[in-house]
């Protein structure tokens, strides 16, 4: 039984992708303060956990629950709640790098001014005016991340959020994601680095491989 | 309200359920349509107006009237799969949808045939006909759909959505065919008028029509059972199934 | 009986061509229906058979692979 | 909790409206390049069919119609497709507001990139056509309401087909036959028109479609959505 406090928690998930059974009856709990990582091999199913968790897939099996609601029952409070971001950055090259981050503040009721500033932080000074399609992968991962710093949603997935950015920035997000759960909020990632992070505030999730 | 629904949700108690109705379904299937169809074509009184092209009725009518239901079968499937999440509603649909593409390509060839002699061509744009033949690009659209998905359960659920906004546009099509039809052509073209049916053409009739539905009724079972199968691949219920089937 | 003969019965008063494509075209297709539904129930089969032999192979590899690491 | 304060449904509303806009905006193939079509499309019945006036004046309604039906089917693919690719569309099912604003949005979006311009190009290809002159006014207003109905019913093929990844001849065989009642009432409307007869009759059907679709369709875009990016 997940104790009253749980931010976030997974029942008895069960996940299918074309045949194969990639996790069964999964139980987990995230709490306020807590920094998971979701650990395992390349096809064992940290993106499908991670997507479920977000309500972006249904599981075959079970439910998530927020706040102790199924998740179905309160889609919008969970997602006023929720920032997601997956292996895709969600940046349109048409528009420059500040519209790109100005358009997600704005949706989370933040003023468009707050880009530039944000922007300081992923290192993308200077960058503010240059189209997207201009930029490198990275330079769009951090656009994407750049909008944690002014993310006051308490629950953070992040499916490889490290991927192609420098020693500097991986250092910068670990002690955002430090900040973050000391203020009571929870983030949930995967990446394939080791954390940089004190062990004890991280807890990990295992996921294996299964052959059935 | 549905709780009663619940061992039906059950994929494996739905498969054997199904496999038990199969053989009876096929059975009554086979029984009414020797005895409909022989008296169809041997005994049934040739109409006085048409003749013995009138025997194709036999097979046309059912055909048109069973294209028509099983879209809309199919839809209740998608629909009650869509809202209350039962995944066996999604499975039957896409077992019906094939069944019902066979049969309204059977009631447009046979309307074809049949209106060769009466109005001297292969097609008109009849408004039935018209119909019906957009049915069936409806009905390849949802089979298309649901072969694009690599993942069943989503083709499935996809499949039903496209299948629910068909059935509300059917009678939105139908009556601007209809319409169409009586615009370009008024009353030049004489439809069928509905023919009085005497009882020596009525019970021809009726063995056919529900030999014919028991007839989809047995093919859908089969594919239903098929749809079940391939959806529960890694279920232990179904490999031991497969292992006892394979050898 | 409404034929008097079985070339009667095949000629249909003259529109025998009509009534026989009609009955020849939808038992075609009836039976191709069948076909298919039985042919894709028997391939449904076939395939979640190959995927059991796959499985298993992978499996036992993966003992032995794990029986060697223990010994070595 | 932390107090959060969401944009209303409104401000979403224009927030997504303005980022559409804005993209095909700087990209302005998506919107000259159907329009291209169309004009090409319409231009190629009077080489196959032949000059005289009274054929093509018959003809015009149908085949103006036609082409829009290509055009926009022609368009619809970038409705949701790019954001699928960029990962765009997933933010946006995560977005508090419910998702039938966004997919409205988008859709509206869409309509005054593709399907405005093709009301005013209408006209001139009218003329080039021989169109009765008295049908004019009726072109306009069934292109008026009928290409919106397009744009909705499209978006619940796009919406459905996004994840395939050859959904292009797919999206035109689920999405045609569903246009049918839209050109036979436009076309018919055009037609009395030309006969000088009162046509508000179809008009009015196709507004009762309009309406219909603009009620119903985000939510089957939103339910198809959320299939999609399963």
């Known amino acids: 039984m997940p104790s009253s406090n749980a931010l976030l928690h997974a029942d008895k998930l069960t996940c299918i992708r074309e045949d194969r059974i990639l996790f069964e009856a999964l139980s987990c709990q995230f709490n306020q303060g807590d920094i998971v990582q979701i650990a395992g091999p390349n096809g064992a199913g940290k993106t499908s956990l991670l997507r479920i968790l977000a309500g972006l897939s249904q599981p075959f099996e079970g439910e998530v629950h927020f706040q102790n609601q199924p998740l179905h029952k309160n889609v919008e409070l969970y997602n006023q709640n929720l920032t997601y971001i997956g292996h895709l950055a969600g940046i349109k090259g048409e528009m420059t790098a500040q519209e790109n981050l100005a358009f997600y503040l704005a949706m989370q009721g933040l003023p468009p001014h707050a880009a530039e500033q944000t922007l300081e932080n992923v290192n993308l000074l200077g960058f503010e005016d240059a189209l997207a399609s201009h930029l490198s992968a990275g330079q769009h991962r951090r656009i994407a991340l750049a909008r944690l710093w002014q993310c006051q949603k308490p629950i953070w997935i992040l499916d490889e959020p490290f991927t192609a950015i420098d020693k500097q920035g991986v250092k910068n997000l670990e002690n955002l994601f430090v900040e973050h759960a000391k203020q009571g909020g929870c983030v949930i990632l995967t990446t394939h680095q080791d954390l940089a992070i004190d062990a004890q505030l991280v807890k990990t999730i295992e996921l294996e491989y299964q052959l059935v | 309200m549905w709780k009663w629904l619940h061992p039906y949700a059950n994929p494996e108690i739905t498969y054997h359920f199904t496999g038990k109705l199969t053989p009876w379904f096929t059975w009554l299937s086979i029984i009414l349509l020797a005895i409909g169809l022989t008296w169809a074509l041997l005994f049934a009184p040739a109409d006085y107006q048409q003749g013995e092209s009138f025997r194709i009725f036999y097979i046309h009518v059912p055909a048109a009237i069973l294209s028509m239901s099983i879209y809309v079968g199919m839809a209740i499937a998608a629909f009650s799969g869509l809202v209350w999440q039962l995944k066996l509603a999604d499975a039957s649909a896409a077992a019906l949808a094939p069944v019902g593409a066979v049969f309204t390509a059977i009631a447009l060839i046979t309307g074809a045939a049949w209106g060769k002699p009466m109005w001297g061509t292969w097609w008109i744009w009849d408004a039935r006909l018209t119909s019906e033949l957009i049915l069936l690009f409806l009905y390849l659209g949802v089979i298309a759909l649901h072969n694009a998905f690599e993942d069943k359960a989503l083709a499935g659920k996809a499949a039903g959505i496209l299948a629910i906004v068909g059935v509300i546009n059917i009678p939105i099509i139908k009556y601007s065919v209809e319409w169409w039809n009586t615009l370009h052509q008024g009353a030049t073209v004489s439809k069928f008028g509905k023919p009085a049916m005497s009882a020596d053409m009525y019970w021809p009739f009726l063995f056919c029509f529900f030999g014919f539905a028991f007839f989809v009724a047995a093919v859908t079972c089969l594919r239903f059972k098929t749809e079940i199968l391939s959806r529960n691949s890694m279920r232990p219920w179904v490999k031991a199934l497969v292992k006892e089937e394979i050898k | ?72 | 909790m932390m107090s959060i304060n969401i944009p209303s449904y409104r401000q979403a509303f224009m927030l997504m409206l303005k980022r559409d806009l804005t993209i095909a905006l700087r990209h302005k193939d998506d919107i000259f390049n159907p329009l291209l079509f169309f004009i090409i499309v319409v231009t190629l019945f009077p080489l196959g069919i032949g000059p005289e006036a009274s054929t093509l004046s018959r003809i015009a309604p149908g085949i103006i119609w036609v082409a829009a039906l290509l055009a926009t089917l022609l368009s619809l693919d970038r409705l949701f497709k790019a954001d699928f690719a960029d990962g765009s569309l997933e933010q946006m099912m995560l977005i508090p507001q419910p998702l039938f604003i966004i997919v409205l949005a988008k859709i509206i979006a869409h309509w005054l990139i593709t399907g405005l311009p093709l009301i005013f190009i209408a006209p001139v290809l009218a003329v080039l056509l021989h169109l009765n002159e008295n049908s004019y006014g009726a072109l306009m207003i069934t292109l008026l309401i009928g290409t919106p109905v397009l744009s909705f019913i499209g978006a619940i093929g796009v919406a459905l087909t996004v994840g395939i990844k050859k959904g292009g001849v797919l999206l035109s065989l689920i999405v045609l036959p569903l246009y049918i009642p839209v050109l036979i009432f436009a076309t018919s409307a055009i037609d009395t028109a030309a006969m000088n007869l009162p046509y508000s009759g179809q008009v009015a059907i196709i507004g009762a479609l309009f309406f219909t679709s603009f009620t119903l369709a985000p939510f089957a875009v939103s339910a198809a959505l959320k299939v999609s990016t399963n």
């Open chain 3, 1 to 72: 009986m409404q034929f008097s003969s079985f070339a009667e019965f095949i000629d249909m008063g003259g529109y025998g061509f009509y009534v026989w494509l009609s009955f020849g075209m939808a038992t075609l297709l009836l039976v191709l229906l069948v076909m298919n539904s039985l042919v894709s129930n028997k391939q449904v089969k076939q395939r979640i058979a190959k995927q059991q032999a796959r499985q298993e192979k992978l499996k036992r590899a993966a003992k032995q692979q794990a029986q060697l690491s223990q010994s070595s």
